[in-house]
T-cell receptor
Framework: ETGVTQSPTHLIKTRGQQVTLRCSSQSGHNTVSWYQQALGQGPQFIFQ???????GRGNFPPRFSGLQFPNYSSELNVNALELDDSALYLC???????????FGSGTRLTVV | GESVGLHLPTLSVQEGDNSIINCAYS??????FIWYKQESGKGPQFIIDIRSNMDKRQGQRVTVLLNKTVKHLSLQIAATQPGDSAVYFC??????????FGTGTSLTVIP
């Protein structure tokens, strides 16, 4: 059984650029959530996808968007990057909505 | 909304001692809680969960206690080992699908 895998592990982007982060969910998990974790803080919920539909969203602007594919893998897209977007982006999968997560190791995004 | 906070940002314990990490939450409707462990450079790792219809749950060397009256939960680690050194987060959920995480407690185990 594979866990949650994220790519890339590290990324440096320039302010104003766009970025796409990728996540493969744990085998058998149909729900994917994305979290942003700033340095020294707890993860903050961005949104969740279930059966390819957005199924809950946190307090993030529309320039944060996502997709879930039929194989339950997912992408997080961030447009018009700002310096404050620098963070660890975590993908988590679960068997059902509201169930406990399995997290990936994250993508460390640095915006310069 | 919900806010979840840990009482102490750092905790140091001697190897072999028991550790207690505390967490308070604000929303009395929160019905599900999870403790996570995060090591440097890794994502959070599930430790143990508890639903609001319980007040105690035990795992291997870990116990979670939930006091709904004062909206407090704690994680107890028995016989703390160097490998337990990490940042510990509590996360709570009430409505919807998002978990609210605290800011974390950094546990250091002194050999």
């Amino acid at each position: 059984e594979t866990g949650v895998t994220q790519s890339p592990t590290h990324l440096i982007k320039t302010r104003g650029q766009q970025v796409t982060l990728r996540c493969s969910s744990q085998s058998g998990h149909n729900t994917v959530s994305w979290y942003q974790q700033a340095l020294g803080q707890g993860p903050q919920f961005i949104f969740q996808y279930y059966r390819e539909e957005e199924n809950g969203r946190g307090n993030f602007p529309p320039r944060f968007s996502g997709l879930q594919f039929p194989n339950y893998s997912s992408e997080l897209n961030v447009n018009a990057l700002e310096l404050d977007d620098s963070a660890l982006y975590l993908c988590a999968s679960s068997l059902a909505e509201g169930a406990g997560y399995t997290f990936g190791s994250g993508t460390r995004l640095t915006v310069v | 909304g919900e806010s979840v906070g840990l009482h102490l940002p750092t905790l140091s314990v001697q190897e072999g001692d028991n550790s207690i990490i505390n967490c308070a939450y604000s929303n009395s409707a929160s019905d599900y809680f999870i403790w996570y462990k995060q090591e440097s450079g890794k994502g959070p790792q599930f430790i143990i969960d508890i639903r609001s219809n319980m007040d105690k749950r035990q795992g291997q060397r870990v116990t979670v206690l939930l006091n709904k009256t004062v909206k407090h939960l704690s994680l107890q680690i028995a016989a703390t080992q160097p490998g337990d050194s990490a940042v510990y987060f509590c996360a709570g959920k009430h409505t919807g699908n998002q978990f609210y995480f605290g800011t974390g407690t950094s546990l250091t185990v002194i050999p």
